[in-house]
């Protein structure tokens, strides 16, 4: 809002000082007429300086309401991004859920990988590889006890122990790597699952035992891509 002062015009009778004053009755008019001029200018004055508090205000309001809009809307955001998440999850337990009679019986060999089986576990990659690590931990979680005899067991296990890992749950993954290295030993993530029990150990801390750990794999799997890296940890601590 722009706002315009007003140009003030002196009373004709004004012009009267200009060429002087012929009685005390005139100067006395003319003191006058200056004294309403004078009053007229401060009035004129008060509503332009209300009109800029105004406008400024109106300003404000609008620039908080602008705010306000963009907050609300990245709430609204994030809500629906939250809700996708959990709908995404509810409908990967469903699909998960056991049928009638429970889960297949097996001798301990592994089931053979099904097309629903191979796509859950994408599923759940998919979101690991885009850095969802919470969603991909609890998609992973529902896929392993659901398919307890899938052949995509061993695999689920090291992605949802990196995803505790990437999500410095270390703890946790080191739990999820030694179940792996305990139950399969002859899978092809084994040595991966020995060398990241080893960091999660090193990560909290637990320096003796990491120790032991990574010297397991440089004397006992030398020339592993796994015993060249704990070599290195080794190298890392001073040792």
């Known amino acids: 809002m722009r706002i315009i002062k007003p140009a003030l015009a002196l009373p004709i009778s004004l012009m009267a000082v200009c060429v002087g004053c012929q009685s005390e009755d ?82 301990g060999a592994p089931v053979a990988v099904t097309a629903d089986d191979e796509k859950a576990f994408s599923a759940a990659v998919l979101d690991y590889n885009r850095g969802n690590y919470a969603l991909a931990a609890d998609s992973l979680d529902v896929f392993i006890k659901s398919h307890p005899g899938s052949a995509k067991k061993p695999d689920a296990l ?23 290295i305990r139950e399969s030993p002859s899978s092809n993530q084994f040595l991966p699952a020995k060398l990241k029990r080893a960091q999660c150990l090193g990560r909290q801390n637990l320096k003796p ?5 990574y010297k397991e794999l440089v004397d006992g799997f030398s020339g592993t891509p796994e015993a060249r890296t704990a070599q290195q940890e080794l190298a890392d601590l001073g040792l």
Do not use: C, S, W
């Open 209 to 213: 035992a990491a120790v032991r750990a």
């Open 158 to 180: 090291f992605f949802l122990g990196l995803a505790h890992y990437n999500q410095k749950a270390f703890d946790k993954a080191q739990v999820v790597f030694e179940q792996l």
């Open 26 to 107: 005139q100067l006395k008019r003319v003191e006058q007429e200056l004294g309403d001029v004078k009053v007229q200018i401060f009035q004129l004055k008060q509503q332009v300086e209300e009109g800029n508090r105004k406008a400024d205000a109106d300003r404000a309001a609008e620039a908080e309401a602008r705010g306000l809009d963009r907050r609300f809307q990245a709430d609204v955001a994030e809500t629906l991004r939250q809700l996708q998440d959990t709908t995404r999850v509810l409908n990967r337990r469903m699909d998960y859920a056991p049928k009638a009679g429970g889960a297949p019986k097996t001798d």
